[in-house]
């Protein structure tokens, strides 16, 4: 399939656990005098994402969610009756080895929700160790190929972080980390992932500067016949503006179809329904209307 025609892909993404922790405090305690559910606030983001397809005019097969089955079961199952593109997690969340949450039992818990996508993390750092990243990446292939003859999609998730060394030798700057060393760093990657026989559907990667680099990643991603494959940026809690300055760049490039940007779209919200200065009413347009806007820019750069 040609990428100019691959369909759209904007995801909200919400299958947070430790951020919700690092904001908020474990769930059942109490944040300001108020409790922590985090099931409730799961269900106030995806409210935000209903709330947002009327004046977007989006069907709900052309919107989808990451969530997690610990906090969104009950989300993930009223997405699917929804016809909302359900993807989730199979991952333990941020470890150096890529461990799958449930262990040898990850079969059933993905057949128990049938996602549309089944996303899993993989980090990049170049001071893990050669054996833990080999053990990680014969992990993932074994989930790339019990995902393969299956109808699940299989979204990858790519973070790439510095190393002392690499930081020091951009004068310890994350931004110059991030324009002069992250691009070609990402692209490597997906190369050494792709000749290790992982095959994702999706890519998830980060935000970029320019737009050589966005074409770069998807040229990778969709080398040697894999025209199915998809790119889609992550927010990785950045400020609207320089959310909004990557989906323009994203946008131009064919390959790249969409995003799934989480706390970016909802963390404010949130954080002003907890200590009592949003009605749960004002969180939920102020989540659709973040998406929105992430939604809009990306289909006006696109058009």
Same mark, same amino acid.
């Given at each position: 399939?040609? #990428?100019?025609?691959?369909?759209?892909?904007?995801?909200?993404?919400?299958?947070?656990? #430790?951020?919700?922790?690092?904001?908020?405090?474990?769930?059942?305690?109490?944040?300001?005098?108020?409790?922590?559910?985090?099931?409730?606030?799961?269900?106030?983001?995806?409210?935000?994402?209903?709330?947002?397809?009327?004046?977007?005019?989006?069907?709900?097969?052309?919107?989808?969610?990451?969530?997690?089955?610990?906090?969104?079961?009950?989300?993930?199952?009223?997405?699917?009756?929804?016809?909302?593109?359900?993807?989730?997690? #199979? /991952?333990?969340?941020?470890?150096?080895?890529?461990?799958?949450?449930?262990?040898?039992?990850?079969?059933?818990?993905?057949?128990?929700?049938?996602?549309?996508?089944?996303?899993?993390? #993989?980090?990049?750092?170049?001071?893990?160790?050669?054996?833990?990243? &080999?053990?990680?990446?014969?992990?993932l292939k074994e989930l790339s190929d019990w995902l393969k003859p299956r109808p699940y999609k299989f979204m990858l998730e790519l973070l790439?972080?510095?190393?002392?060394?690499?930081?020091?030798?951009?004068?310890?700057?994350?931004?110059?980390?991030?324009?002069?060393? *992250?691009?070609?760093?990402?692209?490597?990657?997906?190369?050494?992932?792709?000749?290790?026989?992982?095959?994702?559907?999706?890519?998830?990667?980060?935000?970029?500067?320019?737009?050589?680099?966005?074409?770069?990643?998807?040229?990778? &991603? *969709? &080398?040697?016949? *894999?025209?199915?494959?998809?790119?889609i940026i992550l927010g990785r809690g950045a400020e609207e503006p320089v959310i909004l300055d990557w989906t323009r760049k994203a946008a131009?490039?064919?390959?790249?179809?969409?995003f799934a940007i989480g706390r970016s779209t909802w963390a404010d919200s949130l954080v002003g329904l907890m200590d009592g200065s949003l009605?749960?009413?004002?969180?939920?347009?102020?989540?659709?209307?973040?998406?929105?806007?992430?939604? /809009?820019?990306?289909?006006?750069?696109?058009?």
């Open positions: 399939m040609p #990428a100019s025609i691959l369909p759209p892909l904007y995801i909200l993404a919400f299958d947070h656990r #430790a951020s919700l922790i690092k904001m908020f405090g474990e769930n059942g305690g109490t944040f300001q005098g108020r409790k922590v559910d985090f099931s409730e606030l799961k269900e106030v983001i995806f409210d935000g994402l209903l709330e947002s397809l009327g004046p977007l005019r989006l069907a709900p097969s052309d919107v989808g969610i990451l969530v997690d089955e610990e906090c969104g079961a009950a989300i993930a199952h009223r997405a699917k009756e929804l016809g909302i593109v359900l993807a989730m997690p #199979a /991952e333990r969340s941020m470890q150096e080895v890529f461990e799958l949450e449930y262990g040898e039992a990850f079969d059933r818990h993905i057949e128990a929700f049938e996602p549309d996508q089944v996303k899993v993390l #993989a980090i990049r750092n170049d001071a893990i160790k050669p054996e833990s990243v &080999a053990l990680s990446k014969s992990r790439v972080f510095p190393t002392p060394e690499q930081l020091a030798s951009v004068g310890g700057s994350r931004e110059r980390f991030d324009t002069e060393l *992250r691009p070609s760093m990402m692209v490597e990657t997906i190369a050494q992932y792709q000749e290790a026989g992982i095959e994702a559907d999706v890519w998830k990667v980060e935000g970029l500067t320019e737009v050589a680099d966005y074409q770069a990643v998807a040229d990778q &991603a *969709r &080398a040697g016949g *894999r025209d199915h494959v998809a790119c131009r490039v064919p390959g790249f179809t969409g009605s749960r009413a004002e969180a939920v347009s102020a989540i659709a209307a973040r998406f929105s806007s992430y939604v /809009e820019t990306f289909r006006a750069e696109r058009d």
